[in-house]
């Protein structure tokens, strides 16, 4: 049975070119025998589609393009539109139900890659895969990136790294946090040098040191487990606790 590096290579898609294809296996390998709904975005040429269509060979595979196109490939099925309408996304959503993998390789502008996820994780199930393609652009201003303002919080990049809060929810001390919607929900996030792999999970695990989002009801709760291992722990905690008691 051939790899998906062979498989790649048979059909020329650009993955192989961009050296993402290593990454991938190492993600899909243990999924590739399973019954999947694998949507991609941006289908250019079906090189792609033509590829994970073979590689999972029990799977449903969709693709979705702002140019309508039609291939003649196994179990794969093209719709025609733009990835931030919403009604295309629920188009797709209804025929399949849900989806397990999903790769955004569309558009790459910044706001677009932000919109699909921001609809689509939602849709996807748990265990499942949303990755993103060509993280460049997110330095780069024609698709709305930034290589100046690396902070810029509009850009993808930034976009990623706040799904890492989402993960660590439980351990932000701060008890006027505002619970977001993706709390919970992610179990990593890794990320290579242009491509980002998110995977849903459930991840509510208490934090072993905040407690409703406060670091000193987590002390007051675990003081018991607490020691002092410096003076320079000693002032942090004094400083803190003078805090709390002043507001």
């Given at each position: 049975m051939k790899n998906l590096k062979q498989i790649a290579k048979k059909y020329k898609?650009?993955?192989?070119?961009?050296?993402?294809?290593?990454?991938?296996?190492?993600?899909?390998?243990?999924?590739?025998?399973?019954?999947?709904?694998i949507l991609e975005i941006g289908v250019e040429s079906g090189e792609s589609l033509r590829m994970f269509s073979e590689y999972f060979k029990k799977s449903n595979i969709i693709g979705l393009d702002i140019i309508?196109?039609?291939?003649?490939?196994?179990?794969?099925?093209?719709?025609c539109g733009d990835q931030s309408d919403q009604n295309i996304l629920n188009k797709i959503i209804k025929k399949y139900k849900s989806l397990d993998i999903v790769v955004?390789?569309?558009?790459?502008?910044?706001?677009?890659?932000?919109?699909?996820?921001?609809?689509?994780?939602?849709?996807?199930?748990?265990?499942?895969?949303?990755?993103?393609?060509?993280l460049q652009t997110s330095y780069i201003p024609n698709w709305g990136g930034d290589g100046v303002n690396l902070n810029n919080?509009?850009?993808?990049?930034?976009?990623i790294r706040s799904l890492a809060d989402r993960m660590h929810y439980q351990d932000i001390d701060n008890p006027f946090y505002r619970k977001h919607k993706f709390d919970g929900l992610i179990e990593y996030v890794h990320i290579y040098r242009n491509i980002a792999f998110i995977k849903k999970g459930k991840n509510f695990y208490q934090s072993n040191l905040c407690y409703k989002n406060s670091w000193y009801l987590g002390l007051k709760k675990n003081r018991n487990?607490?020691?002092?291992?410096?003076?320079?722990?000693?002032?942090y905690y004094m400083k803190y606790f003078i805090k709390h008691i002043l507001e």
């Amino acid at each position: 049975m051939k790899n998906l590096k062979q498989i790649a290579k048979k059909y020329k898609t650009t993955k192989k070119m961009m050296g993402y294809i290593n990454i991938y296996e190492k993600y899909l390998y243990e999924l590739k025998n399973k019954k999947l709904n694998i949507l991609e975005i941006g289908v250019e040429s079906g090189e792609s589609l033509r590829m994970f269509s073979e590689y999972f060979k029990k799977s449903n595979i969709i693709g979705l393009d702002i140019i309508d196109k039609n291939y003649n490939i196994k179990r794969t099925e093209i719709f025609c539109g733009d990835q931030s309408d919403q009604n295309i996304l629920n188009k797709i959503i209804k025929k399949y139900k849900s989806l397990d993998i999903v790769v955004d390789d569309g558009s790459h502008k910044n706001n677009d890659i932000k919109n699909s996820f921001n609809f689509l994780f939602p849709k996807l199930n748990f265990g499942g895969l949303y990755i993103i393609e060509d993280l460049q652009t997110s330095y780069i201003p024609n698709w709305g990136g930034d290589g100046v303002n690396l902070n810029n919080e509009e850009t993808i990049m930034n976009f990623i790294r706040s799904l890492a809060d989402r993960m660590h929810y439980q351990d932000i001390d701060n008890p006027f946090y505002r619970k977001h919607k993706f709390d919970g929900l992610i179990e990593y996030v890794h990320i290579y040098r242009n491509i980002a792999f998110i995977k849903k999970g459930k991840n509510f695990y208490q934090s072993n040191l905040c407690y409703k989002n406060s670091w000193y009801l987590g002390l007051k709760k675990n003081r018991n487990n607490f020691n002092f291992r410096s003076l320079r722990d000693l002032k942090y905690y004094m400083k803190y606790f003078i805090k709390h008691i002043l507001e």
